[in-house]
């Protein structure tokens, strides 16, 4: 937690195994403090049903559930390296 805290930033991005144990305890912990990206298709779990309510339960407390895709391109967006800089 420190070194996050080192870094300045406001925004987490996260992504792992156990969305219904690391990664939600992560995002939920972080979210009074941060705002906080989960990215769907980078996150699992053993079973459909806890990453279902993993998921639920984030969104529910205002965590931003995202993709690969849509992170990676808003982040290129925000430093300028698009092509054409337009969906």
Do not use: F, W
């Not at 690391?22 to 049903?49: F, K, N």
């Amino acid at each position: 937690m420190k070194r996050i805290q080192e870094l300045n930033r406001r925004t987490l991005i996260l992504c792992g195994i156990e969305a219904h144990i690391c990664v939600a305890q992560t995002a939920l912990y972080a979210a009074s403090d941060y705002e906080v990206h989960v990215v769907g298709d980078a996150i699992a779990s053993r079973s459909p049903q806890n990453y279902r309510i993993a998921v639920e339960r984030m969104s529910r407390r205002g965590i931003t559930i995202t993709s690969t895709e849509m992170i990676i391109y808003e982040l290129l967006k925000e430093q300028g390296r698009t092509r054409s800089g337009k969906c």
